[in-house]
């Protein structure tokens, strides 16, 4: 096993090659080895798995990946970091490295390649590799966290899971109960999509520079079957956004003043008369409302 890069060495490599984060990026550098391990443990990776990583930077992550999974593909947008990460990565012979945004990577594409290296061996005969599935492991940036992770689970690519470090906000959000001031249209889709569970704390100082904020490695499990069947997966989701838009508006306010449900000719009226076939009060805020309940109003409506 080739040794990997230490917190120290982390602070050296970047030094010796006068590298500092950049801010359009949201780059901090993770240091804490103990950080690293439990996200690996964390992802639950085996030689049988691909794995995408997002934002390798000079990896530090990418290379205990590449010790862990049978295959790894980094995506960098930061094209300077490409060669670093490649001279960190000698040695391996199992990944590849895409200079890339991933929110403009096609990432059906990349699923389909993944497919088919599965579906030719891709080096191991093991059964999960002949599945075809992915997991998705990353240190992501705070500024595009929620782009990222509702790109990944709209697209129905064959996932098996998302390990990423987030703010640590918005790992709470991601798993918050209905009622709280955390709960909203992001809880409601990663419910729709996965069992998610904060598996680890990340303080501040495990990173350089030093964010401002602690963080979170949240594991994101993709369902097998989703748990709730909405007649319209696309309107449910309006409905939701349009309930959150302005939280301390009432539900039916919430609803009838967005233009685009005003275009299905979704009224007060249609509103109010859905929420009493279920048994709601016509003054419910959208936070008080379970998946469930989202669905039944949607098909409602």
């Keep these: 096993m080739k040794d990997l890069i230490s917190p120290r060495n982390t602070i050296q490599f970047l030094q010796e090659h006068g590298i500092s984060a950049k801010k359009r990026y949201g780059q901090n550098f993770l240091i804490d080895p103990r950080v690293l391990k439990r996200i690996i443990e964390g992802a639950g990776i085996t030689k049988a798995d691909t794995i995408l990583e997002i934002g390798p930077g000079i990896g530090t992550m990418t290379q205990a990946l590449c010790e862990a999974a049978g295959h790894v593909i980094a995506v960098e947008i930061d094209r300077d970091m490409i060669p670093l990460l490649v001279e960190n990565l000698a040695g391996y012979d199992n990944y590849e490295?895409?200079?890339?945004?991933?929110?403009?990577?096609?990432?059906?594409?990349?699923?389909?390649?993944?497919?088919?290296?599965?579906?030719?061996?891709?080096?191991?005969?093991?059964?999960?590799?002949?599945?075809?599935?992915?997991?998705?492991?990353?240190?992501?940036?705070?500024?595009?966290?929620?782009?990222?992770?509702?790109?990944?689970?709209?697209?129905?690519?064959?996932?098996?899971?998302?390990?990423?470090?987030?703010?640590?906000?918005?790992?709470?959000?991601?798993?918050?109960?209905?009622?709280?001031?955390?709960?909203?249209?992001?809880?409601?889709?990663?419910?729709?999509?996965?069992?998610?569970?904060?598996?680890?704390?990340?303080?501040?100082?495990?990173?350089?520079?030093?964010?401002?904020?602690?963080?979170?490695?949240?594991?994101?499990?993709?369902?097998?079957?989703?748990?709730?069947?909405?007649?319209?997966?696309?309107?449910?989701?309006?409905?939701?956004?349009?309930?959150?838009?302005?939280?301390?508006k009432t539900l039916v306010n919430g609803l009838k003043n967005d233009p685009a449900l005003q275009t299905e000719g979704i009224d007060r009226e249609r509103v109010e008369t859905a929420l009493t076939k279920m048994g709601l009060d016509p003054n419910v805020r959208g936070e008080r409302l379970s998946l469930a309940e989202f669905a039944q109003l949607s098909d409602l409506l």
């Design 97 to 248: 490295v895409i200079n890339d945004d991933i929110l403009k990577v096609d990432l059906k594409e990349l699923a389909e390649r993944i497919s088919d290296r599965a579906e030719n061996g891709g080096g191991t005969a093991e059964p999960a590799v002949a599945g075809g599935k992915f997991k998705v492991v990353a240190n992501l940036p705070y500024y595009i966290t929620t782009p990222i992770i509702m790109g990944l689970l709209e697209q129905d690519l064959p996932l098996d899971s998302i390990t990423v470090m987030v703010q640590k906000e918005v790992a709470e959000r991601m798993q918050a109960q209905p009622g709280t001031k955390d709960y909203g249209a992001l809880t409601l889709a990663v419910q729709y999509y996965t069992k998610a569970e904060i598996i680890a704390n990340v303080p501040a100082n495990c990173f350089i520079p030093r964010p401002n904020v602690d963080s979170a490695v949240i594991r994101l499990s993709l369902h097998e079957e989703r748990p709730v069947q909405p007649a319209d997966e696309a309107k449910m989701f309006r409905v939701i956004r349009a309930s959150f838009a302005q939280r301390r």
